[in-house]
Every structure is written in C-alpha cells, then in structure tokens.
Nanobody
Framework: QLQLVESGGGLVQPGGSLRLSCAAS????????IGWFRQAPGKEREGVSC????????DYADSVTGRFIISRDNGKNTVYLRMNNLKPGDTAVYYC????????????????????WGQGTQVTVSS
C-alpha cells in the first residue's frame, strides 16, 4: 500500500522552530517530486514548498521564503521541512504530497498535480 506519513508537528512559541518529516512506505520516494501544503481553519489549502526528485530544484511560497527549508534524504525515503522563525500565521495542518510529473516550471502549488497525499500533521504557533 502506497502511503505518506507526516510527523514532527506540535505546539511552538512564536520565533521557534520545527522540522517536519514526510516518510514514504510502499514506494520509492526518489521517483517523485514532493510538495508541502498547509491548511488553516476556514482557509483553502495552500502550497508551501516543493522539491524535485533529486533535490536539485526547490521553490517556496512568498510567505515562507527565508524561513522554511525543504530537503530530502532519498536513502531514508524521507523529505523534510525545516521551519524557522515561526509565526502565528503559520498555524495549520501540514501535508506532504508526491507528484509523478516534474514540478520544475509548473504551478507546483496546484494540488491537482499531486498523486499521493499524507494525512497531515498539526502545527500550532502560539504563546
């Protein structure tokens, strides 16, 4: 069974950091480009970041540029999202998703491009 599992969410104070992980089971993650999305209560799901299958291409939403870093370790079949200087506006459920098509040059923040999704991990930024 193909599955993505996110972990690493939690409650953090403003200015703090978290590292989210996205682990794959049932398939080899290095065949896929990966995106991170988030959805806050009452808001639409939005793209946060993406990374190509070999890690050579990354992109970020303007709202997280300079604060978030996406990376991957294909040997561990895992993609990471390091989130620094977190703000209350970053509070959301974070999802990772896998795309069979290359995301470079695409509208990578379009959820329809992705084939597999995880169940999400909650990130709450609050004092």
């Amino acid at each position: 069974q193909l599955q993505l599992v996110e972990s690493g969410g939690g409650l953090v104070q403003p200015g703090g950091s978290l590292r989210l992980s996205c682990a794959a089971s049932g398939f080899t993650l290095d065949d896929y480009d990966i995106g991170w999305f988030r959805q806050a209560p009452g808001k639409e799901r939005e793209g946060v970041s993406c990374i190509s299958d070999n890690g050579g291409y990354t992109d970020y939403a303007d709202s997280v540029t300079g604060r978030f870093i996406i990376s991957r370790d294909n040997g561990k079949n895992t993609v990471y999202l390091r989130m620094n200087n977190l703000k209350p506006g970053d509070t959301a459920v974070y999802y990772c998703a896998a795309a069979q098509i290359p995301l470079y040059g695409s509208n990578w923040y379009d959820a329809l491009l992705y084939d597999y999704w995880g169940q999400g991990t909650q990130v709450t930024v609050s004092s």
